[in-house]
């Protein structure tokens, strides 16, 4: 046991004070404390019984467990045992060791380096070192055990553990030589021998050889060589001192470690794989950069309808001399999308600020569905009403879903004084349309059972009639789907049939609204429950279609669907322009397509392959827990992007240039100048484009200059559909920005688009009716150069991407208004499902020829 006091004073008075002073105490058997410590021995004690009580406090440390702590005694516990194995190493806590055999002393007995007891007589009776120092002292030399004399009692000071550090000389003034080997003289190799000889002679039996004693360093230990000297050592004989070893004289030294060179073979692709890395991350760089500062675009409304909607010279009556938009509506499952949403999104269609007659939409039923079909109909029947309610009282949205449950007051800025029984009149007939699309899935379930029911007792009838008397078998007839005229629907029906299935009906083309009048009409008092009489009640075209499908034909989903809206609306209105829309996105900013026109109609816009909005959407928590929001893309990307070449394609609220789809490159894309063009070979080619008429020399589709709208090859690419290839350069034609500065090439002149256009007839509509056909696409580049490109998930992202591959560039219309709104997945599970699709999208797409690093303007 053993114990310190802790005085604070010294501590808070701040001054320095050693060390605290730590009593190491043994208990005996017999209960007597034996002292250990420095201060408690006798001053008689000489230098080396010193050291020797220094290596007993030492051994005490080590084998002592230190307790102790804030203004407490630290008290040094004895450990006999650490461990319950059986300790090895001699440095570790509890070492192996025997203990005294004197009575009533529980000292360790002393050992050697290797934890060995050192026994001082042959008769090996264990003995510690106070008790052999005693019986030295006091008993002259007897051995407690076979009470003979010790052989050897002298115990030097530097008779201790090999483990202790020896003093070493000082280096001051020494050569370098001598730092690095220093040598023992044989005078001081036998004063220090002279301790150990009695020991090592009673354990050994053999004298010590001095002469054959390992000479150390001088400096630190560790650094510098150790030889064995040859007879008379390495003095000098003049002075008697040290000299240099001689085989150290001629031996260079060497250093411990050393830099070794790097075979070529290794180096070399190395160095080659650096310069690499730094040459793509400087193509990295060179792409990244400039997305460093977004593009923010803004529209001039007032310019555009000054330019193309004011009494001018060339376009005296003031008649709109914008080009026409088709709208592209796509749905494929009723049971899926509702049927009053896709009714609604059409109603925000009809009722756009947009020219009448140069507005046209179309509704895509990729399922074949009596119910869309019928929904479309209630929705064109309740668009008399309200599209010239939103006119007259200029209403935002014009989804009427949206407007009547908007929070807002609605009759803030309304000055007419019949706009609250307006309003409340319109409110009325739309929940009637509601109640009557929601009641649609019933009243034709109960229509086909009644027809159904009535074409079984005129089969059973006539079979009847036919058999005479004999046995009557069941009779199967199958349960058809029947329209409000008494006919079959030549679409899927309820119950699959063969040839009306959603993979196998006929294609069917309905012109809901007919193509409006290029007059001006205005209601009438007779015509309207509503005063409609200062306000045009003309609606766009609404054209409901849905393509041919037939088993073996791949249909390529919705992309083989938009296809076929291209070709069909290319003979039926062929507008320069078109606007694809999902059916659950609807037109919220009403002003949203002139916004992206003015990007269309500006100097240079004849290069803009498409105008992308962005995605807004409603119903969505306000935690956006699903991040349906997509705030970084839609906000941060989607503007860096649109200071490069443009944004993506992201498959809705996107205003194309349908030359663009065809797969044409951009006018003036081939156009050479500068140095190159004093070569021979390029002089020719551009002679020969030079001489081409300027309607084929902006529809240009290859990588060669000679490649232009050739009739021998159109035929192959746009397949064998007349009517289809002569739209072609008329959508060219009309799609061109307006000749008003010399800086505009590639323009058309003023008022060439207020000639009223065709009116349809059964000839155009048989033939849209064919080009929607599953064969149409037979050995033809639809879905591979023109139009939607087929093959992949996303087939948005391809399609754009082969545009900016073919040199055309993009816009991103960011309007104070959303343009357009839509709804998001509502649940965790849709979410995963869409963000999976556009994961595989965009790997099919690295994987394939499509890859930005592989493909070709091709």
């Known amino acids: 046991m053993a114990g310190r006091s802790f005085r604070p004073s010294d501590s808070q008075l701040g001054r320095a004070s050693g060390p605290p002073a730590v009593t190491f105490q043994r208990r005996t058997s017999s209960g007597r404390y034996v002292n250990l410590s420095r201060d408690s021995i006798d001053s008689d004690i000489n230098s080396v019984e010193f050291f020797e009580y220094t290596r ?21 516990h004895l450990m006999d045992k650490v461990i319950e194995s059986e300790t090895n190493h001699p440095q570790m806590a509890g070492a192996k060791g025997s203990s005294c055999a004197i009575q009533g002393c529980d000292g360790k007995v002393m050992s050697d380096e290797r934890g060995e007891d050192i026994l001082p007589c042959e008769c090996d009776f264990k003995i510690c070192r106070d008790c052999f120092i005693d019986s030295v002292r006091t008993g002259d030399g007897i051995c407690p055990g076979c ?6 009692t002298d115990l030097s000071a530097n008779s201790v553990e090999p483990g202790q550090p020896l003093s070493l000389p000082s280096t001051v003034g020494m050569s370098k030589m001598e730092r690095r080997l220093s040598l023992m003289k044989s005078a001081n ?14 354990q050994t039996g053999v004298d010590f050889d001095h002469n054959r004693w390992l000479f150390e360093t001088k400096g630190t230990y560790g650094y510098g060589n150790a030889i064995w000297p040859k007879d008379g050592g390495f003095t000098d004989d003049k002075n008697d001192e040290p000299g240099e070893p001689p085989e150290l004289l001629g031996k260079p030294w060497r250093p411990l470690t050393r830099k070794l060179k790097i075979r070529a073979a290794i180096l070399s692709p190395y160095r080659l794989l650096i310069f690499v890395r730094m040459a793509i991350l400087g193509l990295f760089l060179s792409w990244r950069l400039p997305k460093l500062c977004p593009v923010n675009r803004a529209t001039d409304l007032n310019v555009l309808k000054e330019k193309f ?10 008649k709109s001399d914008l080009p026409g938009i088709d709208i592209f509506v796509s749905t494929a499952d009723p049971e899926k999308e509702p049927p009053l949403v896709t009714a609604n999104t059409i109603l925000s269609i009809l009722a756009a600020d947009y020219p009448v007659e140069k507005l ?8 074949g569905a009596l119910l869309t079909f019928e929904a479309m109909a209630e929705a064109a029947s309740f668009a008399n009403l309200w599209v010239p309610f939103c006119r007259k009282h200029d209403i935002e949205p014009r989804n009427p879903e949206s407007y009547f449950s908007l929070k807002k007051d609605p009759f803030k800025n309304k000055v007419r004084q019949d706009f ?24 034709i379930r109960r229509r086909s059972d009644a027809y159904n029911a009535r074409e079984e007792i005129k089969a059973l009838k006539l079979r009847r009639q036919n058999a005479e008397d004999e046995t009557l078998e069941a009779l199967k007839v199958s349960r058809a789907t029947w329209m409000a005229d008494g006919t079959h629907w030549p679409g899927t029906w309820t119950a699959s049939a063969s040839e009306h299935s959603k993979g196998d009906h006929a294609g069917i083309i309905q012109v809901m609204l007919k193509p409006p009048s290029d007059e001006t009409l205005y209601g009438t008092a007779d015509s309207s429950p509503l005063d409609f009489t200062e306000v045009d009640i003309r609606l766009p075209m609404l054209v409901y279609v849905s393509r041919e499908k037939r088993p073996g034909y791949d249909h390529n989903k919705k992309a083989g669907a938009m296809n076929a809206l291209v070709r069909a609306s290319a003979i039926m209105s062929n507008g320069p322009f078109i606007l694809n829309l999902d059916c659950d996105h609807y037109i919220y900013n009403s002003q949203a397509i002139r916004e992206g026109m003015c990007f269309m109609m500006d100097r240079g816009g004849d290069r803009i392959c498409y105008v992308q909005f962005p995605q807004r959407f409603e119903g969505i928590d306000p935690s956006d827990r699903y991040a349906n929001h997509n705030t970084v893309f839609f906000d941060v990307n989607m503007r860096a992007l649109d200071g490069l070449q443009g944004p993506v394609y992201v498959g809705t609220g996107c205003l194309f240039r349908r030359t663009a789809l065809y797969g044409f490159d951009p006018p003036r894309s081939k156009d050479h100048s500068g140095c190159c063009s004093c070569c021979f070979a390029r002089r020719k080619k551009s002679a020969s484009v030079s001489s081409a008429p300027e309607d084929h020399r902006a529809l240009r589709m290859g990588d060669s200059d000679d490649d232009e709208m050739n009739p021998s090859l159109i035929s192959k690419r746009f397949g064998n559909s007349s009517l289809l290839i002569d739209s072609i350069p008329v959508a060219e034609f009309q799609g061109r920005p307006l000749a008003d500065h010399p800086a505009v090439k590639n323009g058309r002149p ?35 150069r023109v139009g939607w490109i087929y093959g992949s998930v996303t087939e948005d992202v391809v399609t754009g991407y082969r545009m900016h591959n073919r040199g055309w560039k993009s816009i991103y219309c960011v309007t104070k208004r959303d343009a357009f709104r839509g709804t998001a997945p509502i649940n965790l599970t849709d979410r995963l499902h869409q963000v999976l699709r556009w994961a595989t999208g965009s790997v099919e797409i690295f994987f394939s020829r499509n890859n930005a690093l592989l493909a070709s303007s091709r």
């Not at 007993?56 to 040094?76: C, D, H, I, K, P």
């Not at 009470?147 to 050897?152: L, M, V």
Request: charged letters at 30%; a neutral charge; one cysteine or more.
């Open 56 to 76: 007993v406090e030492e051994q005490y440390v080590s084998s002592s467990l230190f307790t102790g702590g804030f203004n407490s005694v630290t008290r040094a």
């Open 750 to 784: 003023p008022g060439a688009l207020t000639i009223p256009r065709e009116l349809l007839d059964a000839s155009t509509v048989a033939e849209a009716i064919s080009v929607i056909s599953c064969w149409y696409e037979d050995k033809t580049e639809w879905g591979n």
């Open 309 to 318: 909607e004011t009494p001018s010279p060339a376009n005296p009556t003031g």
């Open 189 to 202: 190799r036998s004063a220090v021998t002279r301790s150990h000889s009695g020991l090592m002679r009673s």
């Open 147 to 152: 009470k003979e004399p010790y052989k050897s």
């Open 420 to 443: 609250v029984k307006d309003r409340r009149r319109v409110k009325r007939e739309y929940d009637e349309f509601k109640v009557r699309i929601n009641g649609l899935p019933d009243s």
């Open 360 to 367: 046209s939409c179309y509704v895509s039923d990729d399922g």
